[in-house]
């Protein structure tokens, strides 16, 4: 009997993600961004959007658990957080700050980081906070104090929406090309550790390369989007 082709297999989700997500982008973008409010987006943007970014930061976490397993052997990794991994992995990382808050952003949308706000007079006040996650007993990662401005309620430096309820395409583009450009520089260090094959994705009827969705999010993302 002769032995396999293939003797093992390394079982990956990582692309098997693509077409879910582009599927989920065409039902976003065929309305266009509805208006902005002081307390939050619309229902249907809002579950698109976060469901959307939620399953790009899964496509990340299943890549970098491949290349866990590849480089096994280099530290002892099992504690350490997606971004302090591929910190320690890649020295030379560009982008550990967004990656940060996009876990972050991640983080809140799993465990609904609810905020409190008065939304007795919104048209003279907006929706000031009565009480943010914090204070209200959520747990909150290491990193919130340093990367969220609680006043606007958003991160410092993406300017994501750290209200789950505010959550909206702006904010799932965002996601996208933060997830994607590190997976970019994850594959042209070691494609064979990070192989990003199988990006063909069918978009309104035509097939697309899956990273050219991020310019249809941009593309009907709201002007006033951060």
């Keep these: 009997m002769s032995s396999p082709a293939i003797p093992d297999l390394v079982t990956v989700v990582g692309s098997a993600y693509f077409q879910p997500i582009a599927d989920l982008v065409e039902s976003l973008t065929r309305r266009d961004a509805p208006n902005l409010y002081a307390s939050g987006t619309s229902q249907r943007e809002n579950g698109y959007a976060a469901s959307i970014s ?14 866990r397993f590849v480089r096994n052997s280099e530290f002892a990794a099992a504690a ?7 910190e320690k992995y890649f020295p030379d990382l560009p982008n550990k700050s967004e990656l940060v808050e996009v876990f972050l952003l991640r983080n809140l949308l799993l465990h609904n980081h609810i905020w409190h706000l008065d939304v007795s007079d919104v048209e003279a ?12 007993g ?9 990367v969220v401005d609680v006043s606007r309620r958003k991160t410092k430096t993406l300017e994501l929406n750290a209200m789950p309820t505010s959550v909206d395409r702006g904010d799932a583009q965002k996601v996208f090309r933060v997830v994607w450009n590190t997976l970019s520089f994850m594959g042209a260090k070691n494609y064979s550790h990070t192989p990003l094959a199988g990006r063909t994705v069918r978009y309104e009827g035509k097939f697309r390369q899956f990273e050219e969705l991020i310019e249809e999010l941009d593309r009907t993302a709201s002007p006033d989007a951060g």
Excluded: C, I, W
Excluded at 54 to 67: G, I, W
Excluded at 125 to 136: D, F, I, V, Y
């Design 54 to 67: 939620v399953l790009l930061v899964a496509v990340l976490e299943s890549y970098t658990a491949r290349l």
């Design 80 to 86: 350490m957080n997606t971004p302090d991994l591929l």
């Design 125 to 136: 006040q907006g929706a000031p906070t009565l009480a943010t996650p914090k204070e209200l």
């Design 138 to 146: 959520f747990h909150t990662n290491k990193h919130y104090e340093d």
